[in-house]
T-cell receptor, first 114, second 118 residues
Framework: DGGITQSPKYLFRKEGQNVTLSCEQNLNHDAMYWYRQDPGQGLRLIYYSQIVNDFQKGDIAEGYSVSREKKESFPLTVTSAQKNPTAFYLC?????????????FGPGTRLLVL | AQKITQTQPGMFVQEKEAVTLDCTYDTSDQSYGLFWYKQPSSGEMIFLIY??????QNATEGRYSLNFQKARKSANLVISASQLGDSAMYFCAMREGRLTGGGNKLTFGTGTQLKVEL
């Protein structure tokens, strides 16, 4: 079955710690995205990548970093510089970056700060 | 200014009735796309329906239809014959064209929580 997987489902971060959220897709999509969702709010774009080895900042990139070394994988690192990391993180992918292209989402990772 | 506005934080509907979820948008671009997603309590975002700014007909997908009024900049989602499984959060989102530097970004509204009752 094709789809997007995210791991872990829940992640706990200690003060000053970097943590990495995994996102893998086997849909052969070129474009991948990371969104953050806070309670009672919509999604906000953190980073996106249209092609391997290239990515762009979204609206709230500060305190986050990404890499795109493989087409299938787009991991997100939440660094210690992100002062309020507690949120629900959603990864998405689309065939390309076209206007009509639908973004398909993974099941999400809930990040909590200890 | 908010690019996507969903003014209904919560809605109730009786099973088998139709319900309309409101969405208004703001863009200066002529080319844009509008999307509706459903988010059950599990958290995954499920794509429902798409409407392009140049599409002449309103989009339909099964029990979902989009009431697109371009001049009023509204893209309301209509769910017909509501089912208990339709209870979820619903998000309207927009992708703007390159003219406004939209790139691939989806801009989301704050969502409407729909509760279907017996």
């Amino acid at each position: 079955d094709g789809g997007i997987t995210q791991s872990p489902k829940y992640l706990f971060r200690k003060e000053g710690q970097n943590v990495t959220l995994s996102c893998e897709q086997n849909l052969n999509h070129d474009a991948m995205y990371w969104y953050r969702q806070d309670p009672g709010q919509g999604l906000r774009l953190i980073y996106y990548s249209q092609i391997v080895n290239d990515f762009q900042k979204g609206d709230i990139a500060e305190g986050y970093s990404v890499s795109r070394e493989k087409k299938e994988s787009f991991p997100l690192t939440v660094t210690s510089a992100q002062k309020n990391p507690t949120a629900f993180y959603l990864c998405a992918s689309s065939i390309s970056g076209g206007l009509r292209e639908t973004q398909y989402f993974g099941p999400g990772t809930r990040l909590l700060v200890l | 200014a908010q690019k996507i506005t969903q003014t209904q934080p919560g809605m109730f509907v009786q099973e088998k009735e139709a319900v309309t979820l409101d969405c208004t948008y703001d863009t200066s671009d002529q080319s844009y796309g509008l999307f509706w997603y459903k988010q059950p309590s599990s958290g995954e975002m499920i794509f429902l329906i798409y409407q392009g700014s140049y599409d002449e007909q309103n989009a339909t997908e099964g029990r979902y239809s989009l009431n697109f009024q371009k001049a009023r900049k509204s893209a309301n989602l209509v769910i017909s014959a509501s089912q208990l499984g339709d209870s979820a959060m619903y998000f309207c989102a927009m992708r703007e064209g390159r003219l406004t530097g939209g790139g691939n970004k989806l801009t989301f509204g704050t969502g409407t929580q729909l509760k279907v009752e017996l």
